[in-house]
Nanobody, 126 residues
Framework: QEQLVESGGGLVQAGGSLRLSCVAS????????MGWFRQAPGNEREFVAA????????YYADSVKGRFTISGDNAKNTVYLEMNSLKAEDTAVYYC???????????????????WGQGTQVTVSS
């Protein structure tokens, strides 16, 4: 079984920054892509950002473009999410996810990701 371990969530004031980390582990683990999703109370889980390892493609939701930066190390199955200029609307549980590439529909689609972390709470105070 593969595991994703997240860290970095917490409380931050509006305009501040946080850096989330996620490490995937397991026997012969290899991912096609890794990404971040978030879910606020009463809302659906939404895509935030992702890396497609092949070609180093980065993809962001419109709501976080210019503020968040995703990065990672494929060899170490590690991904980060640098969050800057945080807003109250960014408050949510953030989930790290890893995709095998099969089945795969879209980089922003939760169904494409086979493995998920436990989620880490990010709370932005105004």
């Amino acid at each position: 079984q593969e595991q994703l371990v997240e860290s970095g969530g917490g409380l931050v004031q509006a305009g501040g920054s946080l850096r989330l980390s996620c490490v995937a582990s397991g026997r012969t683990f290899s991912s096609y892509a890794m990404g971040w999703f978030r879910q606020a109370p009463g809302n659906e889980r939404e895509f935030v950002a992702a890396i497609r390892w092949s070609g180093g493609m980065l993809y962001y939701a419109d709501s976080v473009k210019g503020r968040f930066t995703i990065s990672g190390d494929n060899a170490k199955n590690t991904v980060y999410l640098e969050m800057n200029s945080l807003k109250a609307e960014d408050t949510a549980v953030y989930y790290c996810a890893a995709a095998r590439g099969y089945p795969f529909t879209a980089l922003a689609a939760p169904v494409s990701y086979a493995y998920w972390g436990q989620g880490t709470q990010v709370t932005v105070s105004s």
